[in-house]
């Protein structure tokens, strides 16, 4: 009997990759993503991610709309963004093929599971005929894997219904792809020992799902090549792989820490905000209290009230929910209570696109209040900057007695990188003062920032009115006089004006001066960068500023726009930045504007710079 063949691999070293998982919204695509994502930052590639998902909880299988994907972007470098198009899509169904195939690469690999393209789900995802079979996908490495019926083989052994041994297909296909990009599948089989501990039967059709799927990338005669993707050269430091959300959650515990305030959260979920409150509940042995209030009105005003009695009161929400907390985030403007409004935006109006994002919310922030109701407006640009962002929105709001919204949005919330733990003692304190001498208080006297007094309820002597009519000046009587209404007015407007002092200057990224300046904010960095780069590649002088304090803006930011010749401003909205930047400065700016519910890719912000400096554009 002949010796069969031993199967010889190519094994080839890449830089970077982006791979794209897509399947029904009940396929596991996300979770299939997230164990990926979780298993190469533990290799230590620098890596960003993409979860994309449908509105609706579950969507008829098989459907265009129902299709849920999930994109990661991984490298032995540097990286910013989840790749602007797959390398390799791993499609579980003709719908999840149709809909990616327009965003891959030239010659990128498609790993397909055959047994879903039957008549039934070629119909239902649009197909006249099935594009395995018609040449349609001619230029593409084509990797056809039965997954459903190798999977049932592998369990065929299991006491779990057909119904159950078909769902772990998905944990099949992560196991080819550790297979095939070197990964090791220790760190998913400890997750499923633990995740499924009170379900052993669950458990163990999984591993053998994660296994098999291995084990045939490696017997397989279809897979002769493997990668690797050395891992980056990252600041040396203890790393975590970090979504936007949770890193948000994480940024108001240290706060609480470092103000020695006890952390209240007063919310109503709303996605893409929930994750927030969904990780602070996990950390009541830090003092944490979560409510789930009945909506977005009793949310913030549970909020206002757990300010009143000396608690970091912080509540979450999206741009609906925004637009209910108006009338409450006013009554914090008038009561100078500190709180943190935490605005995940997402595609608008209305309920709009309610798993994808969008910036459209920043004109509502700013001015999105009956009366005068200026508050302070700062903005993450990136998962693990969501930290940062909100320590540094909890610090405003106590040191001004103000209300804060922090922007994030549903890509910088949903996606995840690497974040390198700070240390405790890095952080810095945050001083809180209890007013507490009853001889020397006024309830609406003022320190040197117009921060006014903070008073526990119950502190003797210290009793004072609080409520949404106007108080007089120092007293805090109510009041209702032509002069002192003006007063108090311009009191307020100029409290969050002194924020200038504390926060840092704009920083230009490139010469100070020149031709064209791209001007970004919030979760946009990402794609601004690596356009910025590639356009430096190419010969192209442009220099990049990037804000994160949108009010006040930073002291110089007049400055550094007036430097260059143009502005260009790319935003996930119809231009509000650059009608905010007209509006202060003067500035006529060259826009770039994006509605599509999806981040921008790094080529259509190059080739926007390509445009107004004459450059080529790129593919």
């Known amino acids: 009997m002949a010796q069969e063949k031993e199967k010889e691999v190519e094994v080839q070293s890449l830089t970077a990759v982006t791979v794209r998982f897509a399947g029904d919204s009940g396929d596991g695509m996300q979770l299939t993503g997230t164990q990926f994502s979780d298993t190469t930052a533990i290799v230590g590639n620098d890596l960003s991610t993409l979860p994309d998902y449908p509105a609706e909880i579950r969507a008829p299988a098989g459907t265009l709309y129902g299709v849920s994907g999930f994109q990661l972007h991984f490298s032995s470098s540097d990286i910013h963004t989840p790749g602007d198009s797959p390398d390799v899509l791993v499609a579980m169904n003709p719908a999840a093929l149709k809909i990616n195939l327009k965003e891959i690469k030239k010659n990128a690999t498609i790993i397909v599971n055959t047994d879903a393209f039957d008549k039934k789900n070629l119909n239902t995802a649009g197909y006249e005929a099935n594009p395995l079979e018609d040449n349609s996908l001619e230029g593409f490495k084509v990797i056809e894997v039965p997954i459903t019926t190798l999977t049932t083989n592998a369990l065929k052994d299991s006491p779990l219904s057909p119904k159950e041994v078909v769902r772990c297909k998905n944990f099949f296909a992560l196991g080819m792809m550790y297979w095939l990009y070197n990964r090791p599948m220790e760190p998913t089989l400890d997750w499923i020992k633990q995740k499924f501990k009170n379900l052993p039967d669950v ?197 001004f007695m103000t209300p804060v919204i922090l922007l994030t949005d549903g890509y910088i919330a949903n996606g995840a990188e690497p974040w390198k733990l700070p240390k405790p003692e890095e952080l810095e304190e945050i001083p809180v003062r209890f007013h507490t001498d009853k001889e020397t208080f006024q309830p609406y006297g003022r320190d040197e920032n117009l921060a006014r007094p903070w008073a526990i309820p119950g502190t003797p002597g210290l009793e004072h009115r609080i409520g949404g009519l106007e108080k007089a000046n120092i007293t805090g009587d109510v009041n209702y006089s032509p002069e002192n209404h003006q007063l108090m007015c311009e009191l307020r407007a100029e409290k969050i004006e002194k924020m200038k002092k504390f926060i840092p200057d704009l920083e230009v990224d490139g010469d100070e001066s020149g031709d064209l300046l ?12 690596e356009a910025i780069n590639k356009s430096r590649a190419e ?70 710079i390509s445009e107004i400096l004459g450059g080529k554009n790129g593919n």
């Open 203 to 399: 458990a163990d059709a999984n591993e053998k799902a994660l296994k098999a799927g291995y084990y045939f990338g490696d017997a397989t005669q279809q897979f002769t090549t493997r990668y690797t993707v050395e891992p980056a050269e990252l600041p040396e430091g203890t790393y975590r792989n970090i979504s936007g959300n949770e890193a948000v959650a994480l940024g108001f515990v240290a706060a609480s820490l470092k103000s020695k305030l006890p952390l209240f959260l007063g919310s109503y979920p709303i996605t893409p905000a929930s994750d927030i409150l969904h990780f602070l509940s996990k950390y009541k042995n830090f003092g944490v209290k979560t409510y789930q209030a009945e909506d977005e009105i009793a949310g913030i005003a549970s909020a206002i009230g757990a300010s009143f009695g000396g608690s970091l009161a912080i509540t979450t929400t999206s741009g609906p929910g925004l637009a209910l907390k108006t009338e409450a985030t006013g009554l914090a403007v008038m009561t100078e209570l500190p709180i943190v409004i935490v605005d995940v935006q997402r595609g608008g109006p209305s309920t709009g696109l309610p798993t994808k994002t969008e910036q459209s919310d920043l004109l509502q922030a700013m001015y999105g209040r009956n009366g005068e109701s200026p508050v302070c407006i700062v903005a993450a640009t990136r998962p693990n900057d969501c930290f940062e962002m909100a320590f540094e929105a909890s610090k405003l709001a106590l040191k």
């Open 518 to 529: 791209v001007l970004g904010w919030g979760g946009t960095y990402g794609a601004i960068i």
């Open 539 to 608: 010969g192209l002088k442009v220099s990049q500023a990037h804000l994160k304090y949108l009010n006040p803006m930073p002291a110089n930011t007049e400055k550094v726009l007036k430097n260059f010749k143009k502005v260009l401003i790319p935003e996930l909205n119809l231009g509000q930045l650059s009608k905010l930047v007209r509006e202060k400065f003067l500035i006529n700016v060259e826009t770039l504007n994006k509605l599509q519910g999806l981040p921008f890719k790094s080529i259509e912000i190059q080739n926007k």
